[in-house]
């Protein structure tokens, strides 16, 4: 009952709340993010860190450090965590902590059968996978040849199962069929996702429901944009959007007919929310768009911490994390290839 959380929620969620707090005050700040911007090498990178809470698993790594174990370690760090949470956590936080890793479920199995397609060792491929999204049978993915074999040999006893139900066919896998997969699975795990948020009720499904509806607006932007010039037809295009957010139903019939980037610029113009993420970019433009996304998406989850009381607060911190990790590897990057004057273009500030 939305509004009499506070009289509950702390008998089995206060605990765990403390603990997201907690966390959330060790993510890096502007300052941080300052310095290490100045650093010359990796290791110089590695002893900026050493000061944060990422020094015990940094802290026995030898030189010469590679940005592989940088981003390595600072993701066992976030792995650590959510393990430590979700051990904690009773019904029913610890199915909403299982549903922050489908997507990365879906993007390993993505990335397995992609590699598979092109002739990649599959345990070159599991090195890469992210850990938040292993599942035990995740290896044999590289036998499947196509979504029938992947859905009947493999994926049937994953939570993933449900989500294939609408991309059964019997269709060889090739990159363009493996890219429709995934934004099929990303839809379906999105939609369920909300659905469950909805049952929670509460401060938890207003504040997830924005986040959530974000997303899926994301990725109906992104999708459209990544499919112009294809022979993805707008029948397919409009399957491939999810069916809540602010864009839908008439900003999804609105995309699926843009033919270039300035159409869509057109059609997100017309929602309010959206101007101010077009606004930073110029016409004919969608390389920034991304970062533009992302600091919109950053300053969302911040704000879900002004609430007490709910969920959301564990899906903002995740999110958080996983945007320092991809800020440190792209600074990492940077100085690894000598490239320090483009330090600023993707490190997308937390606080």
Excluded at 28 to 39: E, G, K, M, P, S
Aim: include cysteine; charged fraction near 25%.
């Amino acid at each position: 009952m939305y509004g009499f959380e506070a009289l509950t929620f702390n008998i089995h969620g206060g605990f765990l709340e403390a603990i997201v707090r907690g966390h959330r005050s060790g993510l890096l700040t502007a300052a941080d993010y300052n310095n290490l911007c100045q650093c010359e090498t990796l290791d110089d990178i590695k002893m900026h860190l050493s000061a944060t809470e990422y020094g015990p698993y940094l802290q026995n790594e030898p030189s010469p450090l590679h940005t592989t174990t940088i981003v390595e370690k600072c993701t066992l760090k976030l792995v650590d965590e959510y393990k430590h949470m979700l051990c904690q956590a009773t019904e029913p936080l610890s199915t909403f902590l299982e549903y922050i890793t489908y997507g990365h479920m879906i993007d390993n199995v993505v990335l397995i059968v992609t590699g598979t397609l092109h002739e990649r060792d599959v345990q070159e491929l599991l090195e890469k996978c992210h850990p938040l999204g292993m599942f035990d049978s995740i290896a044999t993915l590289a036998v499947a040849q196509n979504m029938r074999e992947l859905y009947r040999l493999v994926l049937v006893d994953t939570p993933l199962a449900p989500y294939f139900s609408e991309c059964i066919t019997s269709e060889d896998l090739d990159d363009m069929n493996i890219e429709i997969m995934r934004n099929t699975l990303y839809k379906a795990y999105l939609e369920d996702f909300y659905r469950f948020c909805q049952k929670l009720g509460g401060a938890t499904a207003e504040i997830m429901s924005d986040l959530l509806a974000f997303e899926a607006d994301k990725r109906a932007v992104n999708i459209t944009i990544n499919s112009i010039g294809t022979e993805l037809t707008r029948d397919d295009r409009r399957k491939l959007y999810s069916s809540f957010g602010l864009l839908y139903p008439y900003g999804h019939e609105e995309l699926a007919v843009c033919e270039d980037i300035d159409q869509v610029r057109a059609v997100m113009e017309k929602y309010p929310p959206y101007q101010s993420i077009f606004a930073k970019l110029s016409y004919g433009e969608s390389q920034m768009l991304d970062k533009a996304f992302y600091e919109e998406e950053v300053k969302r989850h911040c704000l879900a911490f002004e609430q007490q009381f709910h969920y959301a607060v564990f899906f903002a911190y995740m999110r958080l994390r996983e945007q320092e990790i991809r800020n440190l590897m792209w600074i990492s990057e940077c100085v690894a290839q000598n490239q320090k004057s483009r330090v600023h273009d993707s490190v997308v500030f937390i606080f």
